[in-house]
């Protein structure tokens, strides 16, 4: 299957626009009514669509890859895209390693 790896880098970003950043990318699980209440927060990726291997590196389906390019250029991330062939089993497991 092919997919593209993004690797990137937020050096020069602010943290607290760091954290809106990945929480659009990966989503979140948001908390109200001191916990009592949970939701999930829908970012851009979904759960079967990528592989975080390690931080700062994304592998995407290709099919998805154009949605992390426009989420990093609106918010002027540093990063480089590759396409590589990766088994399609790989998204489905839960942990990579």
Do not use: C, W
Request: net charge positive; proline share 2%; no cysteine.
């Amino acid at each position: 299957m092919n997919a593209m790896i993004f690797l990137y880098g937020m050096k020069d970003i602010e943290p607290k626009i760091m954290t809106k950043i990945i929480e659009k990318l990966f989503g979140k699980i948001q908390k109200s009514n001191y916990g009592k209440y949970e939701y999930e927060v829908k970012g851009v990726l979904s759960k079967g669509e990528y592989i975080r291997p390690v931080r700062a590196v994304v592998i995407v389906k290709k099919e998805y890859h154009q949605n992390v390019i426009d989420l990093f250029d609106a918010y002027r991330v540093r990063y480089r895209v590759f396409e590589i062939k990766v088994d399609s089993d790989l998204f489905k497991n839960k942990d990579f390693f």
